[in-house]
């Protein structure tokens, strides 16, 4: 599976969109983007997934570039709720290795009030 | 959230003793997971199953023996626990091999 690059940290203002980038230039055309988050002493929560297109859904915004190197997922309105590592997950779903899901070490996303 | 519960959530025991953890669903999911989650190398697979009495190696079995002998239960048993077992557990399920994968709330086990 393509490896993936994230900032450690970074820092969003309650109310506002949190726009959270990954780096995967190694991604294959069959490898998904998975994005799922840890709260602190909880087990991880998927969030969202997508191939080429942009995907949303109730939690989140998952945007793909065309060359699909790079993606970004968008909290629109982040409350204090949403601090949390967030990991950024490519996976070929067509392998054996799909089962697994290999987490990084992600971003901490720390919401202020 | 999805209807997965791990006991017990905190356990401490003596290194070379006997430890099952549960892992307790109530979505019908078929695939069950058993993760550990240490500082340093993230999320690692021990075991899965993918249905009653059928279940297969992740990347870190050795020291750990799995069982599913009903669909909504799947146990972890780390047969003599070492101070290197002292870690995480997380139980995770999805309904597909593909699909999303749904976590518990997690097991802290300490290894004296």
């Known amino acids: 599976d393509a490896k993936t690059t994230q900032p450690p940290s970074m820092d969003c203002a309650e109310g506002r969109a949190a726009n959270l980038p990954c780096n995967h230039s190694?991604?294959?055309?069959?490898?998904?983007v998975y994005w799922y988050r840890q709260i602190h002493s909880q087990g991880p929560q998927y969030i969202i997934h997508?191939?080429?297109n942009n995907e949303t859904n109730e939690m989140a915004s998952l945007i793909i570039t065309e060359d699909r190197k790079s993606s970004t997922l968008i909290l629109p309105h982040a409350t204090l709720r949403d601090t949390a590592v967030y990991y950024c997950?490519?996976?070929?779903?067509?392998?054996?290795?799909?089962?697994?899901?290999?987490f990084g070490s992600g971003t901490q996303l720390t919401v202020l009030p | 959230d999805a209807g997965i519960t791990q006991s017990p959530r905190h356990k401490v025991t003596e290194t070379g003793t006997p430890v099952t953890l549960r892992c307790h669903q109530t979505?019908?999911?078929?695939?069950m997971y058993w993760y550990r989650q240490d500082p340093g190398h993230g999320l690692r697979l021990i075991h899965y199953?993918?249905?009653?009495?059928?279940?297969d190696k992740g990347e870190v079995s050795d020291g750990y023996s799995v069982s599913r002998s009903k669909t909504e239960d799947f146990l972890l048993t780390l047969e003599s626990a070492t101070s290197s077992q002292t870690s995480v557990y997380f139980c995770?399920?999805?309904?597909?091999?593909?699909?999303?994968?749904?976590f518990g709330p997690g097991t802290r086990l300490t290894v004296l």
């Open positions: 979505e019908n999911h078929r695939y």
């Open positions: 997508g191939l080429k």
């Open positions: 190694t991604i294959s055309g069959n490898e998904y």
């Open positions: 995770a399920i999805s309904d597909s091999l593909l699909d999303e994968q749904f």
């Open positions: 997950i490519v996976r070929d779903l067509s392998s054996g290795s799909a089962r697994q899901l290999t």
């Open positions: 199953s993918y249905g009653v009495k059928d279940t």
